[in-house]
Nanobody
Framework: QVQLVESGGGLVQAGGSLRLSCAASGRTFTIYSMGWFRQAPGKEREFVTFISWSGGSPYYADSVKGRFTTSRDNAKNTVYLQMNSLKPEDTAVYYC?????????????????WGQGTQVTVSS
């Protein structure tokens, strides 16, 4: 099994920044790629970013391109989500997810492991 723990959420004013972290533990050698998703109240969980553990450019949802950046530290088994120029519509619970394949996907069902989520609230 793999355990994922997110941290770094909080309350920030519009235009501000936050950096989320997702630390993986357990059978991390089974992880080949990771993603970030978010879920706002009353809405479905949606894709935010994808990053492969082996390299290559990350993928981003159109709504966050140019504002969010994802990166990884393989030695620490940790993925980061740097969020800049935050907007009130970015308010959501943010989840990291991991999958046992390299391929890029935005489908929630393709990720085998999920963290518990961290709340991000952006005030106007």
């Amino acid at each position: 099994q793999v355990q994922l723990v997110e941290s770094g959420g909080g309350l920030v004013q519009a235009g501000g920044s936050l950096r989320l972290s997702c630390a993986a533990s357990g059978r991390t050698f089974t992880i080949y790629s990771m993603g970030w998703f978010r879920q706002a109240p009353g809405k479905e969980r949606e894709f935010v970013t994808f990053i492969s553990w082996s390299g290559g450019s990350p993928y981003y949802a159109d709504s966050v391109k140019g504002r969010f950046t994802t990166s990884r530290d393989n030695a620490k088994n940790t993925v980061y989500l740097q969020m800049n120029s935050l907007k009130p519509e970015d308010t959501a619970v943010y989840y990291c997810a991991a999958r046992r394949s390299y391929g890029y996907t935005v489908e929630r069902s393709e990720y085998e492991y999920w963290g518990q989520g961290t709340q991000v609230t952006v005030s106007s």
